[in-house]
């Protein structure tokens, strides 16, 4: 239960600053770290990257007890360790056989 207050407590700081974000109408500016987010979906984008300033790693691995940030940050950590150094590999399509 006080794991889920403080994850709580998290994410309504990310979304306060995320708010409270320099927005000069072309950009949204993180107030943790600087870095500005372009485009469309600038918003929804600072709303990521800020949660690489949170403690939080909901995001687990299959293979290894690593967790990370997001799905991307998997993607990296399977790609470059479990399947770089080890013998399983990404299912392929089977080809007919045409002998």
Do not use: W
Request: aromatic letters at 8%; charged letters at 20%; glycine letters at 4%.
């Amino acid at each position: 239960m006080h794991n889920d207050k403080k994850l709580l407590r998290q994410r309504f700081a990310v979304l306060q600053a995320v708010r409270g974000a320099v927005s000069e109408g072309l950009f949204v500016q993180c107030p943790a770290c600087g870095k500005k987010c372009f485009g469309r979906n600038r918003k929804q984008n600072m709303v990521h990257h800020m949660a690489t300033h949170s403690r939080e790693r909901p995001v687990t691995c299959p293979h290894c007890p690593y967790r990370a940030a997001s799905e991307s940050q998997l993607f990296r950590h399977i790609t470059m360790l479990h399947l770089k150094y080890s013998s399983f590999s990404l299912p392929t399509q089977n080809t007919p056989n045409t002998s």
